[in-house]
């Protein structure tokens, strides 16, 4: 039975990173004791309670298990305390559908290699691709003098060359993704660190 005594888990959210994803609370605050705390979930498809790998757990945190890695599915999740005999009520989160609620990281700049007139840069994306997926790269980049001037360029390689550019010139460039899936969803990641480089003299 639940009781009116314990609390239950307060700033219940589910945290997606590049389709990895947990479930998070605040820690409930007892006089004496250890409170265990229990995660369950549920998907669109049943409308039924399971266990995840987290029953009676100390820790405020639940990764998904990899058979919830999917990004298309609606997934419910609920987590109650526990201290001995008693629990407290159950939490739920809102319904989560990764592919549109996680957040997407930068790529990684892998390589940047400069010319008089060029950066031709390399970068890896920030998660692995699914069948179906297209990913957009948004580069902008600027002149350090005047950055208020701001050129940008899309492209779907991993390798690209930011072209025209003066020489013996500092520019600076930042990237995100953009995941474009097959329900016609878009999803914009976050932006890269400005990285700087100053091109040669030819």
Known sequence: ESSPHLPAPKDV???????????RWSPVEVDRGLVLYTVHFKTGAFN????MNCTSITRTECSFPW?????????VLRVR???????SDWVETDPFVAERNTTIGP????SVIVSSDSLLISVTPPFG?????????????????????????KTSNTLFKIG?????????FRIQVELMAHSDLQLLGLQ???????????
Not at 13 to 23: D, T
Not at 107 to 110: G, I, R
């Open 107 to 110: 790529p990684k700049v892998n």
């Open 81 to 87: 305390a526990e201290l001995g005999q008693v629990t």
């Open 13 to 23: 959210m589910v945290y997606s990173y590049n389709f990895r994803s947990s479930l």
């Open 129 to 153: 691709s699914e069948a179906g997926d297209s990913l957009q790269y948004h580069v902008s980049y600027w002149e350090n003098a005047t950055s208020t001037t701001k050129k940008e360029t």
């Open 164 to 172: 025209n550019l003066k020489e013996l010139t500092l520019y600076c």
């Open 67 to 75: 058979s919830l890695e999917k990004r298309r599915w609606t997934v």
């Open 192 to 202: 890269s660190v400005p990285e700087c480089y100053r091109t040669t003299i030819s």
């Open 48 to 51: 039924q309670w399971d266990e």
